[in-house]
Nanobody, 122 residues
Framework: QVQLVESGGGLVQAGDSLRLSCAASGRTFSRYAMGWFRQAPGKEREFVAAISGSGIRRFYADSVKGRFTISRDNAKNTVALQMNSLKPEDTAVYYC???????????????WGQGTQVTVSS
């Protein structure tokens, strides 16, 4: 069982940066790939970024590639999402999730946090 708690969301202006963090409980954190997803009002939840259990491999959605960076610290059971050059279209509730593999589909992620709101004003 893994419990996830996100933090770091807020209201920023376009072009600003924001760093989201996700704290995980449980002793098996490094066994899980970790992902960040987001859901805007009226839209389906979508993939943002994922990182392998070891932290060596990373994968990004095209919409955030070059602007967002995912990282993890297995000693602290945390995963972060550094978001730079934010755009109004990045506005959404951001969720972290734990899944079996780097390329897991959204339905394969086993554990989810409660989400944190990110709002980017133009």
């Amino acid at each position: 069982q893994v419990q996830l708690v996100e933090s770091g969301g807020g209201l920023v202006q376009a072009g600003d940066s924001l760093r989201l963090s996700c704290a995980a409980s449980g002793r098996t954190f490094s066994r899980y790939a970790m992902g960040w997803f987001r859901q805007a009002p009226g839209k389906e939840r979508e993939f943002v970024a994922a990182i392998s259990g070891s932290g060596i491999r990373r994968f990004y959605a095209d919409s955030v590639k070059g602007r967002f960076t995912i990282s993890r610290d297995n000693a602290k059971n945390t995963v972060a999402l550094q978001m730079n050059s934010l755009k109004p279209e990045d506005t959404a509730v951001y969720y972290c999730a734990a899944g079996p593999a780097l390329m897991s589909t959204i339905g394969e992620y086993d554990y989810w946090g409660q989400g944190t709101q990110v709002t980017v004003s133009s």
